[in-house]
DNA sequence: GGCGGACCCGGAACCGGTTCCATCGGCAAC
DNA sequence: GTTGCCGATGGAACCGGTTCCGGGTCCGCC
């Protein structure tokens, strides 16, 4: 493997010179720049980015913890950071976090402890104090997208106000006995994606007059049920029996809090014969490449755009703490909500008279 | 941020025994050992591995190549890597690429040029010589799951069996009128995973003696169809309404290439009003974890084990060239397929008599 | 008792870049 | 004609580890 000192040699410079003309710091002559990057081109020399961030302390690599990789939402996001990532000449290393457990604690005080990457977006997960505590003493730009946890840097969405908007949509329509399929820790963590969407569906249906029953089985007629599931399609759909099993006490519409949960409640409503939109109405969120396949109505974040924009932000604060050009540049919309949208299809409707 | 030589120091040693100590490598007296390991957690150190990867070469990092992350297989695999990884103390930096273009190029020709990794994983990718080429010239071992190209270690299922067993599966059921849903490529890339299945599923047909007809239009009757699509839930919807659009050219079964696409097929079908398994049987590939749900008959692998063998033979391969520990210890398994696993379900069946 | 070897440890070189500092030539301003 | 500054370049220190080499001690064995 060709080093610089390979290159210096062969154009007849020092490594300090070859060193400028190829990283384009500092003062080096056009023609001696020229004359360096072709010899470096001849020997196919390519430098070693050990060496660079040994001295730089920059390493041009950002860590991503993630908890599911196989969940459209948080797939889709990784999709965003890796392509912006790339496009910047950064790595990216995946770190998939458990939920919990010492694998957990592993992560974040062995890996993402060492000087291996220069930021962490981190992708829903509910941070401890101490996680936190941990990535700041180290100096490390975090950027979060959901998820909870007292962080400087944090995109979202408007997680209760999409509680309440599929919830009032429903209303809307006339419902009056309305299930929310909430993600796990909804009632525990209030703050958690769970917790704000759930909020947002008690807050509405409250306000609508609609009493929160105690659980499925609940005897019929107006009323607001609360269930806690995995987001995922399977749990949805076993949710989904569940909560339709019995004709007397059926909702007539449900919100999923996500729309993998939707696709699963939609396919257990199918498998128990119920007809939809007529028997059954269900919203989900996040648009899903195969909402419009499964002619659900959703309201739509984009979470590859949320990936794209997060490594903006962290490149940013990269960039100005580092020396980088003009003024330490405000994040342009920190603190703003990430856009999101209400798409009717339909597998929302009036309810059938009964 | 404390180096070695402040352990060094606080311990009373000199850097190269602090290193021999926290390493492990080397003589060292255990009383000394405790001391620095005590002074090390006392302030904290944490080693650089940038510092110890540009003296020793290895990174302990290594680089997954990836077509998609948001297709199921593609997930599942990098989760059984990730896993093992993580246990092993390494990283993972991951490249999503794309399937042509600059960018493409760009992933092996500066990405993965660089001595940042150790080894590289490619899942399902058709490698040309010249990024093979590439690789082989810097010593790094490739390990590939899936696609095709001429390389030393590659993991992988019997794809023209299994395209074999899922179509002798509908044959003996008695369909006559089978339609294949082929990765793109099929007939282009031969060798290919989508050309595999293909190959199996032609073979079989042919010595049925059902004649392969032009397209999904030609006369009814029996015979055999193929038609290419991407292997994604929407693109099976797609081609699911144009297969079974015209109920006098209807096959009364499908063998979808994988899972995802067969799950697009199942809902083209309800779309069209047409009840499973009586009007039609679809048999997937995968064993995707929501083909219970759909009732889906499929052929099983599995894609995480498959993720976690492979790091196991990078592993191995750097460890025997390196100089681990024993023989150079072949891999036991080189060249036999992984297993597969049909599981037969509802969603196949006798044809309806016509 | 002498000697070989295992064990333990420190000094110093080294990996491959980047950057500080010094030197030097040229040119404009006085 | 100096002075002073700027652009261009080379020498050398340095980042933080690992490892080679050599010296010293202690033990066992002939």
Excluded at 12 to 29: E, I, M, P
Excluded at 211 to 232: F, K, N, Q, T, Y
Aim: proline share 6%.
């Amino acid at each position: 493997m060709p080093a610089i000192g390979d290159v210096a040699r062969l154009a007849g410079v020092s490594k300090a010179t070859a060193s400028r003309a190829l990283s384009g710091r500092g003062h080096v002559a056009a023609d001696t720049r020229r004359r360096v990057q072709l010899a470096a081109s001849e020997i196919g020399y390519i430098a070693s980015p050990d060496a660079a961030s040994l001295v730089t302390g920059r390493t041009k690599n950002i860590g991503v913890v993630i908890p599911f990789v196989n969940r459209w939402f948080f797939g889709a996001v990784l999709d965003g950071i890796e392509r912006t990532l790339l496009a910047a000449g950064y790595d990216l290393t995946l770190y998939n976090l458990p939920v919990s457990g010492p694998e957990r604690s592993r992560v974040f005080e062995f890996f993402l402890a060492r000087k291996r990457v220069d930021a962490v977006i981190v992708i829903g997960v509910d941070l401890t104090p101490g996680e936190i505590g941990g990535l700041e003493r180290r100096e490390k730009p975090v950027v979060c997208i959901g998820g909870s946890g007292e962080v400087t840097a944090r995109l979202t969405i408007d997680d209760h106000g999409v509680g309440a908007l599929a919830t009032s949509h429903l209303l809307h329509l006339g419902h009056t006995r309305i299930a929310h399929l909430a993600g796990v820790g909804a009632t525990s963590q209030p703050a958690s994606v769970a917790g704000l969407r759930a909020a947002g569906f008690l807050e509405t249906t409250d306000a609508a007059g609609l009493p929160l029953l105690a659980d499925e089985s609940s005897a019929g007629g107006p009323g607001a049920i609360l269930v806690e599931a995995d987001m995922g399609m399977p749990a949805g759909f076993a949710a989904g029996l569940q909560l339709l099993g019995h004709p007397a006490h059926r909702p007539t519409a449900v919100f999923a809090a996500s729309d993998e949960m939707a696709f699963g409640v939609i396919r257990a409503a199918e498998r128990l014969g119920l007809s939809m939109p007529r028997d059954l109405s269900v919203i989900g969120v996040d648009g899903h490449e195969h909402a419009e396949l499964f002619d659900l109505t959703t309201i739509e974040q984009s979470p590859t755009e949320q990936g794209r924009l997060a490594v903006e932000v962290a490149l940013r604060m990269l960039g100005g703490e580092g020396g980088g050009g003009g003024a330490p540049d405000p994040l342009p919309d920190s603190g703003a909500p990430m856009p999101t949208r209400l798409v009717v299809r339909g597998s929302t409707a009036r309810p059938a008279v009964a």
